[in-house]
């Protein structure tokens, strides 16, 4: 297990400035720190790369890739713009070398990441609505206006170009992680095992079956973080997958208002949100605002959280179609109450582990290194024009806990899958901040 004791350090927010470069050589530029720089334009990208998810339709694995790409482009465009770092390509096995700036230029690193975001997002969706890359599009010439505004024009177009550099090496090797060759790939769906997955509606085709053959960020493999079940299946009624089944049933049939709001509120479907990674990219998004972070610090946040969430889906979904669990529906349905329906739509793949619950802890594991224990309201249901719900948490770990939980008010997860899903979910957080040092903690 990749769990570790760790001391929170608050002081991130405030001293990561006072820390000595330990990584590799910078070219030496001129221009305003990151960290004297606000995080307005990062946001404004982040805030279009959750619209886009959401008016594209993506599948969550789908989202959670663009958001881990999306988060690194933010932290590599102003890396150079952030004294002691340590190199993000130095650190991920197999990402090339990307280009460095001209010595000696000065460089507005609000405008690199400007063009490096409106490229490799352009680049990172296969098949884009044409108000996708007009919403890009708009977005970019919008940000140039303004840093226009109060930045030399050939600083910031020297600034535009050296992003759009960069964007195309990550675009380069975005183009090498495997999604290519699962994109559209015909599957054929296992048949004839007890307790094995069977598709809970008609005609839909299991998701994304081949997710976990990518190349994760950061994991050595994707079963590297592997919790596996621990209760067999059974169709006894003394057994224990019985009694789990019959939780969700009873649970299920007995839901008060709050039970009901609280599985609405993460339900987090593909075409209706931004899907669940989506959800805590809201969450991010927030915290810019609420916490005043400036650009290093969110560059840093957007990336850290970003792998996150990438390798959480591919851990998630290589495990899911391995494991390859019948739905609670189904086992209810066959063994316990014919006519039974859960709250939420039962979604279209397997059921170990939950998704939901990985990815959550995942991102609160993360966040709450990065800023410790921070109570907030999450306001991602308003912003995003979906049913309007707003909740308050003491912490990210509580709002984690519930996101899990969530599933099983819905009807979606046995309880095994929603409390192994979080132990999955804080060791990939674990790697993650285990594996990768973007600013020196000295």
Excluded at 51 to 77: C, D, E, F, W
Excluded at 295 to 306: K, N, S
Excluded at 332 to 347: F, H, L, M, R
Aim: net charge negative.
């Amino acid at each position: 297990m990749w769990r570790l004791h760790r001391i929170v350090t608050l002081s991130f927010l405030v001293v990561c400035l006072a820390t000595s470069f330990t990584g590799a050589a910078q070219a030496q530029t001129l221009g305003t720190p990151a960290a004297n720089e606000n995080a307005n334009s990062a946001l404004a990208w982040m805030e279009l790369t959750y619209r886009l998810v959401q008016n594209q339709k993506l599948s969550p694995p789908m989202a959670a890739r663009i958001y881990a790409y999306a988060g690194m482009t933010v932290y590599v465009a102003v890396e150079h713009g952030i004294p002691a770092i340590a190199p993000l390509e130095n650190q991920i096995k197999g990402m090339p070398a990307l280009p460095a700036p001209e010595d000696g230029q000065t460089y507005d690193w609000p405008s690199v990441a400007n063009g490096a975001l409106a490229r490799v997002l352009a680049g990172l969706f296969m098949t884009p609505l044409d108000g996708t890359l007009k919403a890009i599009h708009n977005l970019r010439a919008q940000l140039v206006t303004q840093r226009e505004q109060t930045i030399h024009q050939d600083v910031v177009d020297r600034s535009l170009a050296y992003g759009e550099s960069l964007a195309d090496g990550l675009l380069t090797w975005e183009a090498d992680d495997g999604y290519q060759d699962i994109y559209d790939k015909p599957y054929e769906l296992p048949t004839g095992t007890l307790g094995g997955y069977v598709p809970t509606k008609q005609g839909v085709k299991p998701m994304e079956p081949y997710w976990g053959q990518l190349r994760p960020f950061v994991m050595p493999d994707a079963s590297a973080c592997d919790v596996a079940p621990n209760m067999p299946f059974s169709t006894d009624p003394q057994s224990a997958f019985y009694a789990q089944a019959l939780e969700v049933k009873n649970v299920g049939d007995h839901l008060t208002d709050e039970q009901k709001t609280i599985a609405r509120f993460w339900a987090d479907g593909s075409g209706v949100s931004g899907t669940p990674a989506g959800h805590w990219l809201s969450i991010e998004n927030q915290m810019v605002t609420q916490l005043h972070l400036n650009l290093q610090q969110a560059a840093t946040m957007y990336a850290l959280v970003g792998m996150a969430f990438g390798d959480s889906f591919i851990s998630t979904w290589s495990l899911k179609y391995r494991v390859m669990l019948l739905r609670p529906v189904t086992y209810i349905d066959n063994y316990i109450d014919a006519n039974w329906q859960s709250y939420v739509a039962t979604p279209p793949f397997p059921e170990y582990p939950s998704g939901h619950s990985t990815v959550s802890a995942a991102a609160a594991d993360v966040l709450t290194h990065l800023f410790g224990v921070v109570a907030f309201t999450d306001m991602t249901h308003i912003q995003y024009d979906q049913e309007p719900i707003v909740r308050s948490f003491t912490s990210f770990e509580a709002a984690a806990s519930e996101a899990a939980m969530s599933r099983l008010y819905g009807g979606i997860h046995y309880r095994e899958a929603i409390e192994n899903g979080m132990a999955q979910g804080r060791d990939i957080g674990d790697l993650v901040l285990d594996k990768i040092e973007l600013v020196s903690e000295q």
